[in-house]
């Protein structure tokens, strides 16, 4: 064969060598979707749940949740509220192992209940101290406030100190129980107050509550608000105008205690509001007929005051202007006792409660009694820090208070020795008592 034969051979050979690889190559690449097309149109199929797999999506669903629900109401004692939620659980799962032991420690906790058949300890504050500094500044009002004020860093250990030593918080209307007859009249048995046991029974108040214009610019809160939750919170002004809204007074930081220590409260129970009125309530000047936000104010205040009865919190009397009731006339009495009614209780709800302005009780029996019985109201409150004292009549209960503040903590603290120890406590920014 000819060189030039060869090469032209050659050529035609390599030629076709590559037509042949292309055209593997496209055959190979067309092949590939139909592989896939195939291997899509036929998966395996996921074999039916057994019924044992479809009961257990069943009681996630619908005995799960109870059952949380259950568990958080009796970690504040609210046992038969627990068992409640518990019989709503659907029939198939009665027998669920989870659920009865439930129902087993629930009623067990509610039968373990024992009466406390000693006076029950009252203790009160005022609004506390946020910024010692202000307060404590040496002006004419700094030895008021650190004779009868607490600041926020002894509530919060005393609050420890007390939920250490086995208190519990109750509502001041266990102390007694009460009857309604067919006309609505109500009698009053002396009881004991039951509590799990090894717990002590405690009622705790709170004065005023209405941030007098004497505490501006003094380092304590401004108002009581709802935040974004729909939760009780104070706004707090600092020094420099900036505003904070969070737990700065007795109520927002007892009721997040509470909420991280349920077993600290009998059945949500938090704490008694002594509110005035001369300068309006909760932070609010609805007093003031001039006041420009007056019906605003008035709508907050309602609102505020529902949230806290709400999640345990109760409403007293502390007369509107704080006046001295053992020694005013009977018809100032009337006169202070029916602006309270009109100006107050129409925005907080009516109360069974009052608190003596200044812990000064009055007769019993009296003319005065017999009025502020006439008003509904049947617990009467003074102040006597030495030893507690209950005594319930047919028709009233007496109940004295202790306040936790500078005086008794610095002066007094053996009086107090029963719930916290004052030293550990104190705060160590307190000036000396003049």
Not at 61 to 73: C, F, N, W
Not at 256 to 267: M, Q
Not at 376 to 386: E, I, L, Q
């Given at each position: 064969m000819k060189k030039a034969t060869l090469k032209i051979w050659a050529v035609l050979m390599a030629s076709a060598l590559m037509s042949g690889l292309?055209?593997?190559?496209?055959?190979?690449?067309?092949?590939?979707?139909?592989?896939?097309?195939?291997?899509?149109?036929?998966p395996e199929e996921e074999p039916p749940m057994t019924e044992e797999e479809l009961?257990?999506?069943r009681r996630e669903?619908?005995?799960?949740?109870?059952?949380?629900?259950?568990?958080?109401?009796?970690k504040g004692y609210h046992y038969e509220e627990a068992l409640a939620r518990l019989q709503e659980i659907p029939e198939e799962f009665a027998q669920d192992e989870e659920v009865a032991a439930a129902v087993t420690a629930y009623t067990e906790g509610l039968d373990s209940f024992v009466p406390y058949e000693q006076p029950v300890r009252h203790i009160f504050f005022h609004s506390l101290i946020v910024d010692t500094d202000l307060a404590f500044d040496g002006d004419y009002m700094s030895n008021g406030y650190n004779y009868w004020m607490t600041t926020v860093d002894e509530f919060r250990a005393i609050l420890e100190e007390l939920y250490t030593n086995q208190?519990?918080?109750?509502?001041?209307?266990?102390?007694?129980?009460?009857?309604?007859?067919?006309?609505?009249?109500v009698?009053?048995?002396?009881?004991?107050?039951?509590?799990?046991?090894?717990?002590?029974?405690?009622?705790?108040s709170v004065d005023d509550v209405s941030y007098y214009d004497y505490m501006e610019n003094d380092g304590f809160p401004k108002r009581l608000v709802l935040d974004e939750h729909g939760d009780v919170k104070n706004l707090y002004v600092h020094p420099d105008g900036t505003e904070s809204i969070g737990d700065y007074d007795v109520m927002p930081i007892l009721d997040?205690?509470?909420?991280?220590?349920?077993?600290?409260?009998?059945?949500g129970a938090k704490g008694i509001i002594a509110a005035t009125g001369y300068e309006g309530t909760l932070g609010y000047r609805v007093n003031d007929p001039e006041n420009p936000t007056l019906e605003s104010d008035k709508e907050a205040v309602r609102a505020v005051a529902a949230r806290l009865k709400e999640t345990g919190w109760i409403f007293a009397s502390h007369g509107y202007g704080h006046r001295h009731t053992a020694d005013i006339s009977y018809n100032s009495l009337v006169e202070d006792t029916g602006r309270w009614k009109d100006e107050i209780a129409s925005l907080v709800g009516d109360t069974d409660v009052y608190i003596y302005p200044y812990g000064e009780e009055i007769d019993y029996p009296s003319q005065k009694l017999t009025y502020l019985q006439s008003e509904?109201?049947?617990?009467?409150?003074?102040?006597?820090?030495?030893q507690p004292f209950v005594v319930v009549k047919d028709s009233y209960v007496r109940q004295t208070r202790c306040n936790l503040d500078g005086y008794t903590m610095t002066k007094r603290p053996e009086s107090v020795s029963d719930l916290i120890d004052a030293a550990k406590v104190l705060d160590p920014v307190r000036p000396e008592l003049q």
């Open positions: 292309t055209a593997c190559g496209n055959a190979q690449q067309n092949a590939e979707p139909a592989v896939t097309e195939t291997a899509q149109s036929s009961s257990a999506i669903e619908a005995v799960v949740p109870l059952l949380e629900e259950a568990s958080e109401l009796a208190y519990i918080l109750i509502n001041i209307h266990d102390l007694c129980t009460e009857q309604t007859d067919e006309d609505g009249n009698t009053l048995a002396s009881a004991y107050p039951m509590v799990p046991e090894g717990k002590i029974p405690l009622v705790l997040t205690f509470v909420k991280e220590h349920p077993d600290f409260s009998l059945r509904g109201f049947r617990y009467f409150c003074g102040v006597w820090a030495s």
